[in-house]
């Protein structure tokens, strides 16, 4: 299963694409496309897979210099 940052980057790349391509018809296809994997992004629960600092805990708790 890919994860948001994946289809994000997917979705950037279609938009800029888009922007060079000198025919019409292909730059609507790829904004289309573009939308479709933001929709998919925000109707699946994917998780953020993206980098996160070393000091940030997966459940949510802050960490304290005590321990």
Do not use: H
Request: hydrophobic residues 35%; proline residues 7%.
């Amino acid at each position: 299963m890919v994860g948001r940052q994946y289809l994000t980057r997917q979705a950037t790349t279609l938009l800029k694409f888009a922007k060079t391509v000198t025919d019409p018809n292909i730059a609507a296809v790829l904004v289309e496309k573009a939308a479709e994997l933001k929709s998919q992004m925000d109707e699946s629960n994917l998780p953020d897979k993206s980098p996160r600092a070393p000091d940030v805990e997966r459940n949510g708790s802050p960490r304290t210099l005590e321990g």
